[in-house]
């Protein structure tokens, strides 16, 4: 492995924290100037009087000045210690580790099927180019662009649950699957066969073909390994939008996850939960999206850019 490559990797991996810090110091601004807070969501309900809302805005930490409350905040963070929810008075982590597994399978089963999808209607349209399989990547294309997930979801839930009566609304899985499955295929499908069809213009491919080599097997050991840098690309784009659609998915139907508890958090002003849950999909995502531009690195230090 050269030193190039090491370099490369470690500046993505550098780039990739100083861009969660800086989410982080975002975040937790755009919080702060929104107007209201939870000691006046909790004074409107229970009455309190002036002098009771300042003393739990000093219990609660707010009277401090937003620096000295990001550091306090940070330094726990890393710990592991989000705080307490300020509305139900519960640790945020006990409450985020409880939503974590259900985003993380939602997440896990439309990427795997997602990306199964696009690179196996990739290949079928490479293989075969005059088959019907040109057509259904240009059709997932279109669906992925056109067709935002929000709306087909909720096309879903009307044509599935409420006209053909097929399967419950709340915490359907396999509905909201699909939807984030097909759209990735359709991230993923045009891409990897555009990338395919110009690699088979290269001279080692010409060389096979003179060597009489079929032409499955040049797209599968020859064409196929050398768009694994693309394919990688493409992977960081993916999960990019995959933490979106999980949140909207989650809510449409019901999934008790980190974009239900993210929602809540906010409708019930507790930012301490919305600033957790929100810095913790976006940090994911980013740190993804480095580990993916690492290896991609690794794999082609020639490439200066890999997302």
Not at 29 to 46: H, M
Not at 262 to 273: A, C, F
Request: proline fraction near 4%.
């Amino acid at each position: 492995m050269s030193r190039t490559a090491i370099f490369g990797a470690l500046a993505v991996l550098g780039r990739s924290v100083l861009l969660v810090i800086g989410i982080t110091i975002i975040v937790f601004i755009l919080l702060r100037i929104v107007p209201g807070d939870i000691v006046e969501l909790l004074a409107s309900e229970g009455g309190f009087s002036t002098g009771q809302m300042e003393q739990l805005r000093q219990e609660l930490g707010l009277d401090r000045s937003w620096p000295e409350q990001l550091l306090i905040w940070s330094v726990n963070a890393l710990c592991g210690d989000f705080g307490v929810s300020l509305r139900f008075q519960r640790p945020i982590s006990e409450m985020i580790w409880s939503a974590m597994p259900a985003t993380l399978q939602l997440g896990a089963l439309s990427f795997v099927i997602g990306m199964s999808l696009g690179i196996s209607t990739a290949l079928a349209a490479a293989i075969w180019p005059r088959s019907p399989w040109r057509a259904v990547v240009e059709a997932l294309n279109v669906w992925s662009v056109a067709l935002p997930t929000f709306c087909v979801g909720f096309a879903f839930i009307l044509i599935f649950v409420l006209w053909l009566r097929w399967m419950p609304l709340l915490g359907n899985l396999w509905l909201p699957v699909l939807v984030l499955g097909i759209d990735i295929a359709g991230q993923i499908a045009k891409p990897l066969l555009e990338d395919i069809e110009e690699a088979r213009q290269s001279a080692y491919v010409r060389t096979a073909q003179a060597k009489g080599v079929s032409h499955r097997v040049i797209i599968l050991r020859h064409v196929l390994p050398n768009a694994l840098p693309s394919l990688l690309a493409l992977t960081g784009l993916v999960l990019g939008g995959l933490a979106g659609g999980t949140v909207t998915m989650e809510v449409l139907f019901g999934h008790n996850g980190l974009g239900r508890l993210t929602l809540d958090s906010v409708l019930g002003r507790d930012y301490t939960v919305t600033q957790a849950t929100v810095i913790i999909i976006a940090a994911t995502v980013v740190l993804a999206n480095g580990l993916v531009a690492m290896i991609g690195k690794l794999l082609d230090p020639g490439r200066e850019k890999m997302v």
